[in-house]
T-cell receptor, first 114, second 113 residues
């Protein structure tokens, strides 16, 4: 186990609704990255938080937003859900921005939008 | 945006056989990584490569950072049933300021017992 936890494990929402996913980073890690993994595809980078600030963002619309808290846990919020938002949402935590080999992924939250 | 093309998309192999998969990009990457993802879990790092031409092993796994910096290869020797899963390549482009990975589409490995 990596020490990165995500909640909930599974979630079903209706198109147009809003959802909040949560990630607890591994102890000592101050950086959290979020990825979207559609069925049968590789993960796609959404955004990254470093010391409570957004450090970078992938090609996702503004209705995808996030937060990082003083304890370095993080939330991913998605507004106005669309059917294509159905995916596994992964978070990964690391200590700082440099050591990619020390970035660990959580098990993900499976979101289904109907 | 940047894309990593991974092949093959899936493969069936006989237990004990060697496996090869590769990943190519139209742009340069400074770091190449190979992950394995099992059902219900997040990707787990297998091998990280930092230098063009680098060849690195992790048990039965060997990966290479292509000399053009636009490709990488993963080999698994003497496959066993627990090698089943999806293997992803991932890269960090040269301008990357953090651990923001670009992933390939994955190679699904299925082993015949």
């Amino acid at each position: 186990e990596t020490g990165v936890t995500q909640s909930p494990t599974h979630l079903i929402k209706t198109r147009g609704q809003q959802v909040t996913l949560r990630c607890s980073s591994q102890s000592g890690h101050n950086t959290v990255s979020w990825y979207q993994q559609a069925l049968g595809q590789g993960p796609q980078f959404i955004f990254q938080y470093y010391r409570e600030e957004e450090n970078g963002r992938g090609n996702f619309p503004p209705r995808f937003s996030g937060l990082q808290f003083p304890n370095y846990s993080s939330e991913l919020n998605v507004n106005a859900l669309e059917l294509d938002d159905s995916a596994l949402y992964l978070c990964a935590s690391s200590q700082g921005l440099a050591r990619i080999e020390e970035q660990y992924f959580g098990p993900g939250t499976r979101l289904t939008v109907t | 945006g940047q894309q990593l093309n991974q092949s093959p998309q899936s493969m069936f192999i006989q237990e004990g056989e060697d496996v090869s998969m590769n990943c190519t990009s139209s742009s340069i990457f400074n770091t190449w990584l190979w992950y394995k993802q099992d059902p219900g879990e997040g990707p787990v790092l297998l091998i990280a490569l930092y230098k063009a031409g680098e060849l690195t092993s992790n048990g039965r796994l060997t990966a290479q950072f292509g000399t053009t910096r636009k490709d990488s290869f993963l080999n698994i020797s003497a496959s066993i049933p627990s090698d089943v899963g999806i293997y992803f390549c991932a890269g960090l482009p040269s301008h990357n300021a953090g651990n923001m990975l670009t992933f390939g589409g994955g190679t699904r490995l299925m082993v015949k017992p």
